[in-house]
């Protein structure tokens, strides 16, 4: 999908499929930038460009902590309902 996309001619489409990539990249990492080797120079600047800008704003470690955040905010959340005393009718 994303090879197909990435040559369309709508730049609007190749720009959201950039951006599709960069998600991408925060779970594969740099081997992703090897399926678009191929492509023209132009293209793989900006691909490159938006691993970058990924790798910046999502470091490993706040992506650890957005995840313990919400794992912990997960747990409290669970034991507060099993907590609740039960309304009866």
Do not use: C, H, W
Not at 54 to 74: A, C, D, G
Request: aromatic share 12%; proline share 4%.
């Amino acid at each position: 999908m994303s090879k197909k996309a990435i040559s369309a001619s709508n730049p609007q489409v190749r720009m959201a499929v950039v951006s599709l990539l960069g998600v991408m990249y925060l779970y594969m990492g740099p081997q992703l930038g090897l399926f678009f080797e191929n492509e023209k120079p132009t293209l793989v600047q900006q691909i490159n460009a938006e691993f970058e800008k990924m790798m910046i704003t999502y470091s490993f470690e706040s992506v650890l902590f957005i995840y313990v955040r919400n794992v912990l905010l997960y747990s409290i959340k669970v034991k507060f309902l099993r907590n609740r005393p039960v309304e009866r009718k």
